[in-house]
């Protein structure tokens, strides 16, 4: 074996090894949060705490989740109809594109749209108390760092992801009907009708239910690059960018997996559904 060769193996191992050793210690972070988050959760101290994470994550965000929404449902609308309207199904149109927003679009893009907004503030936000040292001077005055920074953001991520996703379907389905009814001529009576047998309370809580893993792992994921980033300027800037990649993943990866166990969940119980 050359000296080059003998080189790359250890380089090799040293970064599986810091792979392996990220993934624990976040996993170990996630757990710490939990247990704070449900143990303050009754505390007057620590909504005190919260209130002002849920007005930057819920009221502030609300704009920019209204507008993608709407715009999400305007253009699945207008790829769409040329389609439905070639084969004489465009009054189904409000049951293929509202569908698709609740179910699909309007989670994961309100989820994306929070991990570029919030996920990226979060990560600057700590990382710059980490590159600081405030975050040992909390440890040397007796408070815990997760306690008092990281649980309150994530808590109101996991809150108010799931009501954002429900503005995000709600401008999505108006987005959607302005292209249908308004701009192409579709009843607007038969395009409600069918949407009403398409969409039921399982599909809403379906989306839900992404929102809320959606903005847990943001927020974690957010918190912990800010929580270990690497010292100095370029290392908060590099962090902002890892958390904002690893959030996009892993909502896509939990999307898949929630995908296929709640579509496995409406099989057994409801049988396939047929939209056409």
């Known amino acids: 074996m050359s000296d080059a060769q003998a080189g790359q193996v250890p380089r090799a191992q040293s970064g599986f090894r810091r792979m392996v050793d990220g993934f624990g210690s976040f996993w170990i972070f996630s757990a710490q ?17 919260l209130i002002p994470q849920l007005y930057e994550v819920g009221y502030r965000s609300l704009p920019v989740i209204l507008i993608t929404g709407a715009f999400v449902g305007m253009v699945l609308a207008i790829q769409a109809m040329a389609q439905f309207r070639a084969v ?55 408070v815990n760092p997760i306690r008092y920074l990281v649980a309150p953001r994530v808590l109101a991520c996991f809150l108010l992801t799931p009501m954002l996703t429900l503005y995000a379907d709600f401008t999505g389905a108006l ?78 990866a939990m999307d898949y997996v929630l995908a296929v166990i709640l579509q496995a969940i409406s099989d057994r119980l409801w049988g396939f559904r047929s939209l056409l």
């Open 33 to 49: 949060t939990g247990w704070w988050m449900a143990k303050g959760i009754t505390r007057t101290a620590n909504w005190r705490l």
């Open 88 to 142: 004489g199904l465009e009054e189904r149109m409000g049951a293929v594109v509202n569908l698709s927003v609740v179910r699909e679009l309007g989670p994961v893009l309100a989820g994306i749209m929070l991990a570029g907004r919030i996920g990226g503030a979060l990560t600057a936000e700590i990382g710059t108390m980490n590159v600081t040292e405030q975050i040992d001077a909390l440890r040397s005055m007796g």
């Open 175 to 252: 987005g959607g009907w302005f292209v249908s009814v308004i701009q192409s001529g579709v009843d607007t009576g038969p395009y409600w009708d069918y949407t009403r047998e398409a969409v039921d309370n399982f599909d809403l809580f379906s989306g839900v239910l992404k929102g809320a893993f959606f903005g847990a792992g943001l927020g974690l994921i957010s918190c912990f690059k800010g929580f270990y980033c690497k010292p100095g300027a370029e290392g908060v800037g590099r962090a902002c960018t890892s958390a904002f990649v690893a959030s996009f993943i892993a909502i896509l």
